[in-house]
């Protein structure tokens, strides 16, 4: 089952104006930042209850980050759903007929399983399940 | 201060094909519907763990939510972030050169105060400050 809200994956031009923003205009701490070589982006994340506001800033042109920008320009990239159970996550999901990115789990940062669901069958929100491993 | 992510707004073209989307594929129940009349939309909520999703389908073409369809199809349209003072937070957001659709706090859905940030100056991304009562 979806248990909570893991974050929410914010796509920007810059890490460092982002962050800024964040820090000086809402107040929030960054907690951490860190390079996802597979993804070609860096993060920086921050807290906000149990949810983590997670700023993508893309590392190469070719990265999936830079065509989302390129595209829409800033703004809400993904929503990753924490789950108990991702498979059985997943085969619900396939099962309703969505169409899953990942047919099984792949590895994410922080020591997660994760998979994501296409936006053209959710109704439009690029959506991910994560479960800690 | 933020305490924590209070709701992320959804615009969808329909409640009911939508509603049928998460209860279905994702496992979430519905566990609320309302009309706002005052922004013409009628709004489905689901719970996960602290945060509510919110489903937003115009219930009139002049609707805010009508013209983001229009322009962006159906996705995330806001995050609400809770806050503990949201007239100083708004303030913050304002020292900071945050361009504020709402200078002052207004009658939100549950009893709420709610503002919200001009997408513009905020990274792409519409923001909402609320806090209970």
Redesign the interface.
């Known amino acids: ?5 893991d974050h ?1 994956g ?4 810059s890490l460092e ?2 962050i800024k ?1 964040y820090e ?5 701490h960054c907690h951490g930042q860190e390079t996802v070589e597979s993804q070609k982006v860096k993060t920086a994340f921050f807290a ?4 983590h506001i997670e700023l993508l800033e893309p590392t190469s042109p070719d990265s999936p980050i830079a065509k989302f920008l390129e595209k829409n ?4 990239h993904h ?1 990753a ?2 789950t108990d159970g991702i498979e059985g ?1 997943l085969k ?2 396939a099962d ?3 169409r899953l990115i990942h047919e099984v789990p792949i590895d994410g940062a922080g020591d997660k399983l994760v998979a994501f ?1 296409h ?1 053209k069958s ?4 690029l ?1 991910e399940f994560c479960q800690a491993r």
């Open positions: 089952m979806i248990t909570n809200i929410i914010i796509a920007v031009k104006e982002s923003y000086t205009a809402l107040g929030l906000a209850g149990e949810v320009g800033e703004g809400i929503i759903l924490a996550q619900k999901a309703a007929g969505v669901l936006p959710t109704h439009g929100v959506t």
